[in-house]
């Protein structure tokens, strides 16, 4: 049974930092490609990063510069560290694992809340 159980979320003032954290299991880690995706009230699900293959990372325009993703491959678990967050970035944080070959393969966690205020 796959799990991608995340942590991290919470409440934080416009500038501040919080760190992100999503545990895989059932999976083999390292044939699957990680990301984290969030979603705003009203809005679609977007990718905020990836780690598509290998230490290769993808950012989407907004976070650049703020939020760095990273892999634990010995613990099977990715980490999102958001710095200067933004009322902007508010939303439901999802971890996501797709096979990077047989890309139906793609789970979900249950998603973590992250709220800034200003």
């Known amino acids: 049974q796959v799990q991608l159980v995340e942590s991290g979320g919470g409440l934080v003032q416009a500038g501040g930092s919080l760190r992100l954290s999503c545990a895989a299991s059932g999976i083999i880690f390292s044939t699957y490609s990680m990301g984290w995706y969030r979603q705003a009230p009203g809005k679609q699900r977007e990718l905020v990063a990836d780690?598509?293959?290998?230490?290769?990372?993808n950012y989407a325009d907004s976070v650049k510069g703020r939020f760095t993703i990273s892999s634990d491959n010995a613990k099977n678990t990715i980490y999102l560290q958001m710095n200067s967050l933004q009322s902007e970035d508010t939303a439901v944080y999802y971890c996501?694992?797709?096979?990077?070959?047989?890309?139906?393969?793609?789970?979900w966690g249950q998603g973590t809340q992250v709220t800034v205020s200003s």
């Open positions: 996501n694992a797709r096979h990077r070959v047989f890309s139906w393969q793609t789970f």
């Open positions: 780690i598509p293959i290998g230490s290769s990372t």
